[in-house]
């Protein structure tokens, strides 16, 4: 099932693709995708990793019994994980900064 959903979901890109390609779009138009990849990874990566310190955090509240189950785990996973994608985005804001002071350097040169 997961290897039938990821197929479609590929084939329909490549089939929209080629129907653009075919009225006459630019083919660098899906170049502008591949740069933004690096933040989305960035962006997953410190949510996957808010979501797990939210699991121990939790669990760690569970275990000295200040906190119940079913509350902790739910809440903390939502506050750790908010907490990571804030983080990725001044990161990521932070990143763009430094490449539009590098293009603007190069185009001044």
């Given amino acids: 099932m997961i290897f039938g959903i990821f197929y479609v979901a590929i084939s329909a890109r490549n089939r929209e693709r080629m129907a653009l390609i075919e009225r006459g779009a630019d083919p660098k ?9 690096p933040h989305s990874i960035l962006k997953w ?3 996957l990793f808010g979501i ?3 699991i121990v955090i939790a669990d760690i509240m569970v275990t000295n019994h200040s906190m119940s189950e079913d509350a902790a785990y739910p809440s ?10 804030i983080v990725s985005h001044y990161f990521i804001r932070k990143e763009e900064k430094k490449e539009k ?8 040169i």
Avoid: D, H, P
Avoid at 101 to 108: A, F, I, L, V, W
């Fill in 29 to 37: 138009l899906f170049e502008s995708v591949k740069r933004e990849r």
């Fill in 45 to 47: 990566g410190l949510l």
């Fill in 52 to 54: 797990g310190l939210g």
């Fill in 101 to 108: 002071q590098s293009k603007e350097e190069n185009t001044e």
């Fill in 76 to 85: 903390m996973i939502c506050v750790f994980g908010g907490i990571a994608l």
